[in-house]
């Protein structure tokens, strides 16, 4: 058949239009896929839906293909992240970020020696990754964990840089073991950004730590390598430190009229008193040069110090070999405005991972801590005797002279005053400096023909120097009269300079040597570890001072009088050998049974009594895997637990089971003082391990794919053999000093709850979680005397009473007014109320018998920790925004209420005669007898809620960085201890501190940071 030629023209044009057409609904598809963070996913499976057509991402995560219909949709894929489904819509550059699968992220937890599933968890288990740790920037890593986990107690008692670590207590139990990377170690010397999860054993999965495991442990694991491109991270923030709240001192008229108040509530004249009507004005005029008005804590202190903190690592590798090596610095400054010294701290860190074989591999890590700590001669931290130079630094003296080169007097303590204490070029200083290194060889050889069996070998040594200088130096103090222009010499401090320094070193061997199995078959699944042991401890002191230098300006010993040199030296030891030995089984992870048995070994003991035995037994029912729930569609998880562990501890003095002898006494033969050798009392060759019996139960639970989450623990503890004299059921007439013997028993119970919820919506997520724990602690036997009298049994006997609880008075607000006394009823102070004045603490006579004294006493609280606390986390992504908070609080506890010496919180808040009110917050100032008796008027409720971090961030755009190498950017704003809710404000205390007004306060802290990844 033929057409003609414009026929067959027009056809073919026409069927080329058709074939163009065809053609150009097919593109090129290319982009990157990467997580929420932007770090790239290589990896990832990118398909073309419904086709084979198919795409893998690169290692900067990278992918194209071919092909594709411009109305085609992309599935994408990657493990540990939820899958997607992208419409193409006609681009032709897609860059898709995926969103984590939390069901199978948290799939792992970190236990004793290893790693399990969580759905395979049988112990009383809790951990938290790196992103939650880093969310705002700390100094210390244990504040950054409050509020985190269920069980885990977290206060911080002091704010001072460099000292400000909180004080970590899983379940009320005491300080907790901490293992960093399979060895024993200290997490608050580790910046967050190193750290890739903290988890706490609560129970009977403590058990495999043996020794010193009964407290519970932190298992701390550090960030390795991963197979993926290098990349390089940036983490750096500037934050400034405020104190939350403070006491400050009052001012020159309220300081004096308090002065002379309470010189005639003692009793004093008048016309005696220290000050007169007409001075106290001359200070509120603030006219007369010799009536001054100096706030000593506005001259001494700023009001926000700053910090910084900045590090940089790299991480990546192939599948032979992946690294990670980082680079940390922190400094952070004191609230001192001149010469307060700070803390720095400097962390090297490497970890390699080599794969030497297909079965054999081998790990390096090397890391190295230095940090310094520059302090004021005068002590700053929790109790500090700077605090009480401020509170006793009259404002009625200068803070400075016409001459420049005076130092004002200003009382202090006789330090002259806080400006003098405070200024380390003046009055000294007190620094330490420590270098700490760690070294980890880990090889693991994989049996080829033995399937899901490995043996590792473990050597880690880890070697620190610890040095420490006190220097002290003398400071003239003038008094200044300005009407003669004369100065004249007040006080001379400390003499002449001298100088005490002390230089330590330690170094601590371990050797592991492990058989681990771990296999499937088909529904069964085994594993199990046998390990060796092998602890080994020396540590060396030295110190040596000297006095009267011939110059402060030489701050070395041979500068110092000879002839007052005095010097000391100590060593210790330590070892220990242990056997462990633990086996799983789980039959379709369903029925879950974990045994642990570790026999442990210390040099502490003699023989005979060295070795503790630690066994520990714990089961698991994953119910919802059972058929008859399988068809419940909103159940996730459903798992019952129960164990039974127990735990040991030998921190007693080393060698007390052997008599020995002490040097330093002295006794006078003749007319010399001799030194000599002294029985250090009786031995114990019997003393032994303390031992902690952990029974627990509890139940995890999953509903509506994780809309819905939590779990539920109760447990008791019998802690057992604890180590005491009999100081008080033997009478002192026995004649020699008693030996430690496995005595006391303290029983411990309580409760550990957590709910939480998580969606991811497209762009949106959120993951809202609160946790609540409760401890209550006894003694479930204490020595002491048997009590004939009732009433001393009541208040005296220890034996099933709380540990921690105070005894002592009712009380009813203030004797406002002499009507008041005249008709109390009952003698208060059991002199018929002759000493009582008013204004003081109105104390209850309990038992109505007429007359208030020890038998008076009832349990007034449980004790200065708090045994509630809790935390909410809110996390909340949408697009590129993220936005993090911790509120956490604590009750159930109480704190010793004073003033502080002459504070402006005194001044508005107390008795006095033009302010008689029987409600004032605190009492007159001439305090009696009466008012010094422990009483709830002076100990109060101290519960809180605080918002303990919040932060706002912000990842910039894919499109505006794609022509720079910065892979991933986030700037944002943070802040810890913003906002605080408690009992306590109007005290002008900090819920968390314990020594009222003679620590270094709580800090708040506001941070800019940057993180960014090439």
């Known amino acids: 058949m033929c057409f003609p030629k414009t026929k067959f023209t ?14 150009a609904q097919s593109i090129s598809v290319k982009g990157t896929v990467a997580d929420a963070s932007g770090n790239p996913l290589p990896g990832a499976v990118v398909v073309v839906r419904g086709t084979s057509n198919a795409a893998i991402s690169t290692l900067d995560g990278k992918f194209e293909i071919e092909g594709v219909g411009v109305k085609s949709e992309l599935e994408v894929s990657y493990v540990g992240f939820i899958s997607q489904v992208i419409p193409v819509n006609g681009r032709a550059d897609i860059d898709i970020v995926m969103q984590e699968d939390k069901t199978v992220l948290e799939e792992v937890v970190v236990v004793g020696y290893g790693v399990q599933k969580v759905g395979t968890v049988t112990g009383s288990v809790a951990q938290i990754k790196s992103d ?30 460099g000292s400000d670590a909180a004080n970590l207590s899983i379940r009320g139990f005491g300080a907790p073991l901490v293992i960093v990377d399979g060895v024993e170690g200290q997490i608050d010397q580790l910046n967050p950004e190193q750290i890739e999860s903290v988890s706490i054993l609560k129970d009977g999965a403590a058990s495999i730590y043996g020794a010193r495991a009964g407290n519970g442990v932190i298992l701390v694991t550090t960030k390795r390598g991963v197979d993926q491109k290098p990349t390089i991270t940036y983490s750096g923030s500037f934050t400034l430190q405020g104190a939350t709240r403070f006491m400050k001192p009052a001012n020159s008229w309220q300081w004096a009229e308090m002065e002379r108040e309470a010189f005639m509530e003692g009793g004093g004249s008048s016309s005696a008193a220290p000050w007169t009507p007409e001075d106290i004005q001359k200070f509120k005029d603030g006219n007369d040069p010799n009536y ?14 700053p910090q910084h903190n900045h590090s940089v690592s790299l991480r990546g ?19 001192i405005k001149k010469n307060g010294g700070g803390y720095t701290r400097f962390n090297l860190q490497s970890n390699v991972d080599i794969k030497v074989l297909d079965n054999l591999k081998l790990s390096v890590d090397l890391s190295y801590i230095n940090h310094n700590k520059d302090y004021t001669e005068r002590s700053m931290g929790d109790g500090g005797a700077l605090w009480q130079d401020l509170a006793t630094t009259k404002p009625y003296y200068p803070a400075s002279f016409p001459d420049k080169t005076k130092i004002p007097y200003a009382d202090g303590a006789g330090t002259g005053g806080v400006h003098v ?14 270098h700490t290194y760690f070294g980890t060889a880990v090889l693991t050889y994989d049996f080829k023909y033995i399937k899901g069996l490995n043996l590792k070998l473990t050597e880690n040594v880890i070697m620190s120097h610890y040095s420490y200088k006190d220097f002290t130096k003398p400071v003239d103090l003038y008094i200044y009269d300005s009407k003669s222009d004369t100065y004249t010499l007040k006080a001379q401090l400390n003499g002449s300079a001298q100088l005490w320094e002390v230089a330590q070193t330690n170094r601590t061997w371990t050797q592991q040597l492990s058989l681990n199995y771990d296999r499937d078959f088909g529904k069964h699944h085994v594993s199990g570890m046998a390990l060796w042991e092998l602890l080994d401890f020396r540590g060396e002191e030295y110190n040596a001072s000297r006095k009267n230098f011939i110059t402060s300006s030489i701050d070395y010993l041979f500068a110092g009088d000879a002839s007052t040199a005095t010097n000391h030296s100590s060593a210790q030891e330590l070892g220990r050998q242990s056997v462990v030995g633990r086996a799983n089984y789980a039959y379709d992870e369903k029925y879950l049974a974990e045994f642990i048995i570790r026999a442990d070994a210390s040099s502490r003991f003699a023989k005979g009594y060295r070795w503790g035995y630690f066994p520990s037994i714990s089961l698991g029912w994953v119910i919802s895997k059972e058929n008859f729930l399988k ?53 114990n060759p019997t003393l032994s391990w303390e031992t902690m019996t952990v029974i627990n139960g509890g139940i995890d639970f999953s509903l509506f794919q994780r809309k819905l989450y939590g779990s539920v623990d109760i447990f008791s503890r019998l802690r057992e053999g604890i180590p005491g004299r009999r100081h008080i059921s033997v009478p002192s007439t026995f004649g020699v000093a008693l030996p430690l013997e496995n005595l006391n028993s303290i029983s411990t119970k309580g409760l550990d709850f957590s709910l939480g919820s998580s969606k991811g919506t497209g762009e949106f997520t959120y993951d809202i979680s609160a946790n609540l724990s409760w401890y209550e602690s006894r003694w479930a036997y204490y020595d002491e005397p048997e009590y004939d009298d009732p009433e001393q049994a009541r208040i005296y006997k220890k034996t099933g009473h709380k540990i921690g609880e105070l005894w002592g008075y009712k009380s009813d607000g203030l004797l406002a ?15 018929n109320n002759r ?34 606390m809790y935390g909410i986390n809110l996390t909340f992504a949408y697009k590129g925004f993220d936005l993090s908070a911790v509120i956490q609080g604590a009750f159930g506890y109480s704190i010793w209420v004073n003033s502080g010496r002459y504070t402006d919180v005194l001044y508005e808040g107390r008795w006095s005669p033009s302010n008689m009110d029987p409600n004032a917050i605190f009492p007159h100032l001439a305090w009696t007898k009466t008012d010094n008796y422990v009483n709830d008027f002076n100990v109060r409720k101290a519960g809180y809620m605080r918002v303990k971090t919040f932060t706002i961030g912000y990842n910039l755009p894919k499109s505006l960085l794609a022509r720079t190498p910065i892979t991933n950017a986030r700037i944002y704003l943070a802040g810890n201890n913003l906002i605080t809710l408690d009992r306590l404000a109007k005290f002008g205390l900090d819920p968390e501190a314990i020594t009222v007004g003679r620590s270094y306060p709580q800090q708040k802290t506001i941070s800019i940071g940057l993180n960014v990844s090439f």
């Open 292 to 305: 001054p008005n100096t706030d000593w804590y506005d001259v001494v202190f700023r009001d926000w110090a």
């Open 132 to 161: 939650k740790l880093t969310m705002a920037p700390v100094g210390n890593v244990n504040n950054a964990l409050a509020g985190r986990m269920p069980g885990l107690f977290v206060v911080q008692n002091c704010g001072l840089p």
């Open 631 to 683: 068809n419940v569609n909103m159940l996730d998880k459903l798992k019952i637990r129960a164990s039974y562990g127990l735990s040991g501890d030998d921190s007693v003095a080393s060698f007390a089971y052997l008599s020995g002898y002490g040097i330093g006494q002295y006794y006078q033969i003749g007319d010399d003082d001799d030194i000599c050798i002294y029985s250090t009392g009786m031995a």
């Open 817 to 831: 007014t002499p009507t008041d006394i005249i008709n109390l009823g009952y003698d208060m102070d059991e002199q």
């Open 317 to 335: 590798g192939t599948d032979r070999i992946s690294y990670y090596g980082y680079v940390g610095y922190l400094n952070q400054a004191t609230m």
């Open 421 to 434: 204490s405070t200024n380390r070029e003046i009055y000294g200083y007190c620094d330490s400096d420590t």
């Open 10 to 23: 027009l056809s073919l044009a026409f069927l080329l239009l058709f074939a163009a057409g065809a053609f």
């Open 835 to 868: 000493t009582l004045t008013p204004g003081g603490i109105k104390l209850i006579d309990n038992n109505d018998d007429g007359v208030v004294n020890w038998k008076d006493q009832v349990v007034i609280c449980d004790g200065n920790t708090p045994h509630w």
